[in-house]
C-alpha cells in the first residue's frame, strides 16, 4: 500500500538541472542588528546579527556564512573588514549570530554585510550592506548632565480671599438669601495694579490661582493661566511677564451651571526679589472689578480705576471652598540650547532621555517620527533613551536644539485625572550628541546648566486626562537659532531619576492610520460629535482658525448616549463611560490665519470627539465661534512592524478578526496596555495569554523582551512579580497580586524563546523566572500559592463581571503555579542547570499530585461552582490529568458547551487554556460552532452590534471598556488551525512549522501568512469539489510537518505529479484523516481527495 513508502530526494543533483549548479542558490536579504533594520542605538557591545535567505529551489539551506564589519562604508565596498572580518564559518544559523570583532565605541558606526555558503557549498554574492550605530556602552560615556527647571515650593493660597463682583442682588436680598448665589452664565471682570519696586531684579515669580467656575488671567495684557474647575488650582512660573514699576493682573471668571451657585475668584502671585525678600499679591477687597464687558483688550493692561471694589465672599480654606482645590501642573517646560558648527559635518547623532516625555526639536524641526518617547519604566531601576540621526540636518552655522517636555506617568501631581497612580518626581532631562566631522574630529554637545527655560504652551497634561493648548503662549521662534532667551531662566543641573540610562528595548509610538470623519452631526446646540467609524488608540489632528484667546474642547468616548441596549448606535452627546472622566484636549488659539494642532503627550481611546467652543466648516456660526476646517483621527500605537494576515470564506470570522486586530493594535503601547483611555496600565495576564495571537501579527520580539525587563524590575526583593508592570498604582488585594498575572514573568521569556529562538531572552530573565516560583513556593498552604482574581470576568453565572465565578480561584492559581514550575525546569534543561531542572520537575510533580487530590473527582470534573470549563481545561493543558483520565475530562468540557448553546464560560484567563485544548486534541468543530455565534456573550454578537474593537466583557456591557484585547484569543485559532500555520515547540525559531489545517464547519478556504524571523512562510487551502488543495511556502533553513487531509495518500499530488515524484517532500504517515509529510522548503501546491 502507499502509505508504507517511504521516499526521499535529498540531493540538488537529482531535484534539479545540472545547470542550476553554476549558479548560487541563496541569496542574504534583510540584515538585522538586534531585531532591527540600521538601528540607531545599540548598546550592546556585541549585538546580534540576522539576516533571512531567499532562494528559488526546494529543500535549500545554508551552510556556512562570512560576516565583514567596516567603520566606514567605503572599506566594505572594497571588501575589507577593519572592524570584523569573520572568514568562512561552517554554520546554518542566520539568527541570533554574536558580533566577534573589535572593541566599539559609543556612537560609533558600523557598516556590515554578509555572503552564504549553499547546500551544495555554492557562495551567493555579497549581501546589499547594513549598519547599526553604537548607543551609549557605559555610564562613564556620558558627559551630559540631568537638567530641570529650577522647582520651588508652588505658592499656598493661604492669605488670599475669594472675591466676586458685588451682586446688586445680595443687597436687596433677604437674609437667608446665601451671599454667592450667582446666575449661571454671569461674567465678571477684575484687576489689580502693583508695583515692582525699580530698584530690585525679580529672580522668581509664580502665580497660582483657582475660579467657581472658570475663567482666565492676564498678567500686562499677556495671557498665563486659563481656569476651569475651582477644585482644580492652577500655577504658572510668570517671571518673564514682569516689568519694573506699575503691573496689572486682570480677570475674566464665568459662573457656569444650570442653577444660581457660589462664585468667585483666588489667586496669589509670589516674587522672589534679588535681595533675597519676598512681595506677595493676592485676591482680596484692593482688587477691582465690574460687570459690564470692556470694549476691547485693553481692560487687560490698563488699570480702570472707576470700577468698584471686589467684594470678599470667603477666606481659604471656608464656607463653600472649604475643600481646598488641588494644585493642578503647572505649564509644561521648554529649554533650548542654542551652538554652532563651523565645519563640515560627517555624521551626527543625539542620545536623549526626557521624564517623562520629551520631544526633541533641531532648528524647528521635529527629531524623529516618534510619539510619547520614551517608553515607560520603572524610573528608578530603568530610564530609557532614544537616538536621532541628525547628519542631513546640520551644517556649518547657528544651530539651536530644543525640547518639551511631557510628565507621562513619571508625574501626575495636578492631573486632572489619575487613577491610583501618585507621582510627583520634577520633570528632567539629559542630551547628548556626538558630532563627527569630515576630518575625522569629533565635538560632544552635552545638557548642562548652560541650557535655558521657561514655561511653555502646555497648561495641562495628563496621561489619563488630556492635554491642554494655549497657543499664545508659545513663544514665535523658540526652537530656532536667533531666538532672544534672555529673559529665559538657566536651567538647574539635577540629580539622575535613579534607573540606569538604557537604549529603547521596544519600538516607539508613531502615527499610523488617519481616520476622516464619517459623518458630524449636532445632538445639543453648540455640541457637534464626529465619528470617525474606528474604535482606536489615537490622538486628534486639529486645523482651526479663530480669534486669538478663543478655545475649543474635544472629548474622546467609545459611545455615545441613546443607544439600544449594548448596541453602538448611539445618536447623543459622547458617553465617557468605561473611557474615564474627566478626559479632554483643550485648545485655544493664537489668531493665526489657520492654526493647526495634535496633542503631544497624551492619547486616548476613542471612535468619537465632541467639539465644543467652535463649529465645524460650513456649519452656520452666528456667534463668530473658531471654525474647524478639519478634525482627525490619528491612530498611534507601537511601531512593531505587521508581520501576519489571516483570511478565510466565513465572513464573519473575517470581522471578528478585525475587532480583536484593532484592539490589539489600540494596546500596543509602551507597554501592552489593558485599554488604550481608562487606564493604560501594562495587566500582565493579557500579555502572555494573547501572546502568541500577537506574535502571530506582528514582529513582538524586542516589545516582549522590554515587557519582561518591566517585570524584573517591578519584581519585589522576595519575588513577588505583581499584577501590574510597570506597577504605577498602589494597588491592594488580588489586583496587587495574583497568580496567574505575574506567570508572565515566566511565560513571555519562554514565548520569546519559542517564536523567535531567543536563548537571551531566557538567560536574561532566568532569575526572575526562579524568584517567581520559589516566592510561590515560599508563601503557598499545601501547594496553594495565595489566590486573587482567577478567571476573570467569566461569563454565564449572571452575576456582576469581575472575580472568577464559576472555578475557584485557588484553583486557577495552582494551575498558574504548576505551569510556571513545568517552564522554569524547562529553562533550567535548556540552560544546563541541572540541580535547578531537578528542584523544579519535582516541584510541578508535587503541585499535580496536590492539585488532582484536591480538585478532581476521580472521573472527569474538576471542582468548580457551575461550569467546569475552566477547571477542566487548565488541568488538561497543564498536563495535570492522569493520562486514563484525559479523554474524559475533555468529554465533560464539550457537553457543558453542548449543554450550553456552545456558549463559552471561560473568562480573561481560562478562555485561551479552553481553545487550546480543544483544538489540539481535535475539536476544531466545537470551536467552530462557539465562534459561529451570534447571540448574547459571542464574538459574533459584538460584531453585528456595530463594535469596532473587542471589547472588555463577553456581554459587551457598556459600562465597560470597549477596546480591550483580553478576551481575543481566538485569534491564534485561526492562524494556527483554520488556516493551520502555527510554530513547532519542538524547534523554537521557525527551524520548523506545522501547517495543520482545521476545514471545520463551512468553512471553504483559509490562508495565513507569517513573515518569521527565518522568512515568509504560507498556509493558504480551498476545499472544492471533493478535492482538498493546500499551498504551502517556505524559506530557505526551515521545513514543516504538512497534516493534509486527505482520504488516503494514493490520490495525492503537488505541483500536477504524483507525490512519490514531488522533490523536497516526504511521506510519513496517514492520521486521523491526514496525510502526514515532511517538506522541505521551497513552494509547493497539494491536492488530495477528500
Given at each position: ?7 526521499w530526494l535529498?540531493?540538488?543533483a ?5 545547470w ?16 532591527e ?7 550592546a557591545?556585541?549585538p ?5 535567505l ?13 560576516v ?10 572594497r ?5 570584523w ?18 572593541p566599539?565605541k ?12 549553499d ?7 555579497w ?6 550605530t ?9 558627559q ?39 446666575f ?28 467657581d ?17 475651582w ?21 475674566q471668571?464665568k459662573n ?19 535681595d ?34 471686589a ?25 533650548r ?23 526633541l ?24 533613551y532614544?537616538?536621532?540621526d541628525?547628519?542631513?540636518?546640520l551644517r556649518p ?6 525640547v ?25 532631562l ?29 497648561t495641562?497634561?495628563?496621561i ?6 494655549d ?11 536667533g ?58 489632528r ?7 484667546g ?16 449594548r ?10 463611560a468605561g473611557?474615564?472622566s ?43 465661534k ?6 482627525l483621527?490619528?491612530?498611534?500605537r507601537?511601531?512593531?512592524?505587521a ?27 509602551h507597554?501592552l ?5 481608562r ?9 502572555y ?5 500577537i ?28 499584577t ?46 526562579k ?10 498552604k499545601?501547594l ?6 482567577g478567571?476573570?470576568?467569566?461569563y454565564?453565572?449572571?452575576k ?28 533550567a534543561?535548556?540552560l ?22 484536591r ?5 472527569d ?5 457551575g ?9 488538561l493543558?497543564t498536563g ?9 475530562v475533555?468529554?465533560?468540557?464539550v ?18 487554556y ?55 484569543h ?9 488556516a ?11 527551524r ?23 522568512g ?18 517556505l524559506p530557505?533553513?526551515?521545513?514543516a ?12 499530488e503537488?505541483g ?5 515524484r ?11 484523516g491526514?496525510?502526514?509529510?515532511e517538506?522541505q ?10
Open positions: 500500500m502507499f502509505n508504507r513508502i517511504r521516499f535529498p540531493s540538488a537529482i531535484l534539479f538541472p545540472v542550476a549548479l553554476d549558479a548560487a542558490a541563496l541569496s542574504p536579504m534583510d540584515l538585522r542588528c538586534e531585531y533594520t540600521n538601528p540607531l542605538d545599540v548598546d557591545p556585541q546580534r546579527l540576522f539576516w533571512k531567499d532562494s528559488a529551489e526546494r529543500g535549500q539551506r545554508q551552510t556556512a556564512w562570512h565583514l564589519a567596516a567603520s566606514t562604508p567605503e572599506l566594505l565596498a571588501d575589507r573588514g577593519d572592524l572580518d569573520s572568514g568562512r564559518v561552517a554554520s546554518d544559523e542566520t539568527t541570533h549570530l554574536r558580533y566577534a570583532g573589535q566599539l559609543s556612537s560609533q558606526q558600523v557598516f556590515w554585510k554578509v555572503r552564504v555558503w547546500q551544495d557549498a555554492r557562495p551567493s554574492a549581501s546589499q550592506p547594513a549598519s547599526w553604537v548607543g551609549v556602552l557605559s555610564p562613564k560615556d556620558w551630559a548632565r540631568w537638567i530641570t527647571r529650577l522647582e520651588t515650593d508652588t505658592p499656598s493660597l493661604e492669605g488670599a480671599k475669594w472675591i466676586w463682583h458685588d451682586e446688586p442682588v445680595w443687597k436687596s436680598a433677604a437674609r437667608n438669601l446665601a451671599k454667592p448665589n450667582v449661571p452664565g454671569a461674567v465678571r471682570f477684575f484687576q489689580r495694579e502693583f508695583q515692582v519696586p525699580a530698584s530690585r531684579v525679580v529672580r522668581r515669580a509664580r502665580l497660582i490661582a483657582t475660579a467656575n472658570a475663567g482666565e488671567l492676564w498678567l500686562n495684557g499677556r495671557p498665563v493661566v486659563q481656569l476651569e474647575d477644585q482644580h488650582a492652577h500655577s504658572a512660573e510668570v517671571t518673564r511677564h514682569l516689568r519694573p514699576g506699575a503691573n496689572l493682573l486682570a480677570a471668571i457656569e451651571g444650570s442653577s444660581p451657585s457660589e462664585a468667585g475668584l483666588i489667586l496669589k502671585l509670589v516674587m522672589d526679589l534679588d533675597g525678600s519676598t512681595v506677595s499679591v493676592v485676591s482680596d477687597d484692593s482688587w477691582r472689578t465690574t460687570d459690564v464687558r470692556p470694549g476691547g483688550d485693553g481692560w487687560k493692561q490698563t488699570s480702570a480705576p472707576d470700577w468698584t471694589i467684594a470678599v465672599v470667603a477666606a481659604w480654606g471656608e464656607r463653600y471652598w472649604a475643600k481646598k482645590p488641588k494644585v493642578s501642573s503647572t505649564p509644561l517646560p521648554l529649554f540650547k542654542p551652538f554652532e558648527i563651523t565645519q563640515p559635518i560627517r555624521r551626527a547623532v543625539v542620545h536623549v532621555c526626557g521624564l517623562g516625555q520629551f520631544d526639536f533641531l532648528d524647528g524641526r521635529k527629531a524623529g517620527d516618534h510619539f510619547l518617547d520614551p517608553a515607560w519604566s520603572v524610573f528608578e531601576k530603568t530610564a530609557f532614544s537616538t536621532f541628525l547628519t542631513t540636518q552655522g547657528a544651530h539651536a536644539f530644543a518639551m517636555l511631557g510628565k507621562g506617568f513619571y508625574n501626575t501631581a495636578g492631573d486632572r485625572r489619575v487613577h491610583g497612580v501618585d507621582a510627583s518626581r520634577p520633570l528632567k539629559i542630551l547628548q550628541a556626538h558630532l563627527t566631522f569630515a576630518d575625522g574630529t569629533e565635538r560632544i554637545l552635552v545638557s548642562d546648566a548652560s541650557w535655558k527655560t521657561a514655561d511653555g504652551p502646555i495641562h497634561s495628563a489619563l486626562g488630556g492635554e491642554d493648548f497657543a499664545r503662549k508659545l513663544p514665535a521662534g523658540w526652537d530656532k537659532p531666538f532672544d532667551d534672555s529673559a529665559w531662566t538657566a536651567a538647574n543641573e539635577t540629580s539622575d531619576p535613579g534607573g540606569v540610562l538604557t537604549a529603547a528595548m521596544s519600538p516607539p509610538l508613531k502615527a499610523h492610520d488617519v481616520f476622516k470623519p464619517v459623518r458630524i452631526d449636532e445632538p445639543q446646540p453648540g455640541k457637534f460629535v464626529y465619528d470617525f467609524g474606528q474604535n482606536a488608540s489615537a490622538i486628534p486639529l486645523r482651526v482658525r479663530g480669534q486669538a478663543q478655545s475649543l474642547r474635544l472629548t474622546p468616548a467609545e459611545q455615545r448616549h441613546g443607544m439600544s441596549p448596541r453602538n448606535d448611539g445618536k447623543g452627546l459622547v458617553n465617557p473611557v474615564g474627566p478626559n479632554f484636549f483643550q485648545y485655544t488659539l493664537r489668531g493665526d490665519a489657520e492654526e493647526t494642532w495634535t496633542p503631544q503627550f497624551t492619547y486616548s481611546g476613542f471612535q468619537y470627539l465632541q467639539l465644543e467652543g467652535a463649529v465645524p466648516a460650513g456649519r452656520p456660526n452666528p456667534d463668530g473658531p471654525v474647524v476646517e478639519e478634525l483621527s490619528v491612530h498611534v507601537n511601531a512593531a512592524p508581520v501576519g494576515h489571516f483570511e478565510c470564506s466565513n465572513p464573519l470570522f473575517n470581522d471578528i478578526d478585525r475587532i480583536i486586530d484593532w484592539a490589539v493594535r489600540a494596546n500596543l503601547s507597554v496596555t489593558d485599554c488604550p483611555h487606564e493604560k496600565l501594562g495587566w500582565l495576564e493579557v500579555s495569554l494573547m501572546g502568541p495571537a506574535a502571530g501579527r506582528y514582529d513582538v520580539a524586542r516589545f516582549y523582551s522590554k515587557i519582561s525587563r518591566d517585570c524584573a524590575d517591578s519584581q519585589r526583593a522576595d519575588g513577588l512579580v505583581p501590574v508592570a510597570p506597577a504605577y498604582p498602589a494597588f491592594s488585594g488580588g489586583f496587587a497580586y495574583t497568580p496567574e498575572w505575574g506567570a508572565a514573568a515566566v511565560v513571555n521569556p519562554w514565548l520569546v524563546h519559542q517564536w523567535y529562538g531567543d536563548r537571551a531572552a531566557l538567560e536574561t530573565s532566568y532569575a526572575t523566572m524568584g517567581f516560583v520559589d516566592y510561590m513556593a515560599r508563601t503557598a499545601d496553594v500559592p495565595a489566590p486573587g482574581l478567571d476573570w470576568y467569566d454565564g453565572h449572571g456582576p463581571v469581575g472575580a472568577s465565578q464559576f472555578t475557584p480561584v485557588e484553583l486557577s492559581a495552582m494551575a498558574s503555579f504548576h505551569r510556571c514550575a513545568r517552564l522554569t525546569a524547562d529553562t534543561a535548556l544546563d542547570r541541572a540541580d535547578d531542572q531537578k528542584k523544579y520537575s519535582e516541584l510541578a510533580g508535587q503541585i499535580a499530585r496536590a492539585f488532582n487530590a480538585y478532581f473527582n476521580g472521573a470534573e474538576y471542582k468548580n461552582l461550569s467546569p470549563q475552566a477547571a477542566n481545561s487548565m488541568a493543558f495535570m490529568v492522569r493520562p486514563d483520565r484525559e479523554s474524559a475533555l468529554e465533560r468540557v457537553q457543558d458547551l453542548r449543554h450550553r448553546g456552545n456558549q463559552q464560560t471561560a473568562g480573561d484567563i481560562a478562555h485561551w479552553l481553545l487550546q485544548v480543544l483544538a489540539t486534541r481535535g475539536r476544531s468543530d466545537v470551536i467552530y460552532d462557539m465562534t459561529a455565534r451570534t447571540n448574547l456573550g459571542s464574538y459574533g454578537y459584538i460584531v453585528r452590534n456595530g463594535w469596532t474593537s473587542m471589547p472588555e466583557a463577553w456581554d459587551a456591557n457598556t459600562g465597560a471598556s470597549m477596546n480591550h484585547c483580553m478576551l481575543g481566538i485569534q491564534e485559532w485561526f492562524t494556527g488551525w483554520v493551520g500555520l502555527r510554530p513547532d515547540p519542538a524547534a523554537p525559531g521557525f520548523r512549522v506545522i501547517i495543520q489545517p482545521h476545514a471545520v464547519g463551512d468553512l471553504t478556504w483559509a490562508r495565513a501568512d507569517y513573515d518569521s524571523i527565518r515568509k512562510m504560507v498556509a493558504d487551502w480551498k476545499k472544492a469539489d471533493g478535492r482538498f488543495a493546500l499551498r504551502v511556502q530557505p533553513n526551515t521545513m510537518t504538512v497534516f493534509l487531509p486527505a482520504k488516503s495518500a494514493e490520490g495525492i503537488e500536477g505529479q504524483s507525490l512519490p514531488a522533490p523536497g517532500v516526504r511521506f510519513v504517515r496517514m492520521e486521523n491526514r496525510a502526514v509529510l517538506v522548503s521551497g513552494s509547493y501546491r497539494f491536492t488530495a481527495p477528500l
